[in-house]
């Protein structure tokens, strides 16, 4: 109920889109050097959404590593670049949770020294949003035609969840695939272990935390394991692997193009 209710009140404050608006899609960093496929996928989404995509070319990082790692100036320099390059569009759209946390509630703290960037970063942080809630809060988009015969579990990424409040808008467009059966998974919206850095920082405890995750995914049952950020993905696909498990990982986007056949996360083709 709470979800619904938060749901509700985010696509209160959403105003209604352009006509074919201009967006720019942030491909991320996992996304553009592990799992290209899942840009693809997101760029279809939009472009069947109605939306008129560009990829802006001088993209890179967001900050967040830095900024994580107490890294202010940097990640204040990234912010200001990532600012630059995307204000123009009418929409910002990134296939990543984290990457949007990032670039809306953070990089005004980044900025805080500057008020006229911070007051920048807000107004593109309005704009600002990760793919599935952007597909159904801003566009009202349902997929069409898109079938996949099996069972999944949904895992929900930290950031889009606690910042972005990515819960109801990734099943709903998940239920429009025929032949999908979506199976709950206990302890959904806990963490995975990866946290960006602190997997790094602190293995013992990742490795603890996804081994819990990784049970959990075989105890729902399910064939496949989705979800909407590429390093919690890639963080419990590897745990599944290293257990042998045959749950294979897509993110939900490959799902909702009908990008399902390529070799699942963390496995060659």
């Keep these: 109920m709470a979800s619904m209710e938060n749901r509700a009140m985010a696509e209160s ?3 209604p889109p352009p006509a074919s608006p201009r967006v720019a899609l942030f491909v991320t960093c996992l996304v553009d050097a ?5 840009g693809f996928a997101a760029l279809k989404l939009l472009r069947d959404a109605g939306c008129r995509v560009e990829v802006p070319m001088a993209q890179t990082c967001c900050g967040q590593p830095a900024f994580n790692s107490g890294d202010t100036r940097d990640a204040a320099a990234l912010a200001k670049r990532f600012i630059a390059i995307f204000e123009p569009y009418d929409y910002v759209v990134a296939p990543s949770g984290s990457c949007i946390g990032m670039t809306r509630a953070h990089y005004p703290e980044a900025l805080a020294d500057d008020p006229a960037w911070a007051g920048r970063a807000r107004h593109l942080g309005e704009r600002s949003f990760e793919l599935m809630s952007f597909l159904v809060d801003v566009m009202r988009y349902r997929p069409r035609g898109v079938a996949l015969r099996a069972s999944a579990t949904y895992h929900d990424s930290c950031s889009g969840l606690r910042e972005l409040g990515v819960h109801d808008q990734p099943r709903a467009l998940l239920a429009e695939v025929a032949g999908l059966e979506l199976k709950p998974l206990e302890g959904h919206d806990v963490c995975c272990g990866f946290g ?7 293995p013992a405890i990742s490795n603890a935390v996804v081994a819990d995750k990784a049970a959990a995914v075989e105890r729902s049952g399910a064939q ?11 963080n419990m696909a590897g745990k599944l692997h290293r257990n042998g498990s045959a749950v294979r990982v897509f993110h939900a986007a490959e799902v909702l193009a009908g ?7 963390g496995e060659k083709g």
């Design 13 to 15: 404050r959403v105003p």
């Design 34 to 38: 592990m799992r290209p496929k899942v």
């Design 196 to 202: 960006g850095t602190f997997c790094v920082k602190y």
């Design 224 to 234: 496949l394991l989705l979800g909407g950020d590429m390093g919690c993905l890639m």
């Design 259 to 265: 990008m399902a056949d390529a070799p699942p996360v």
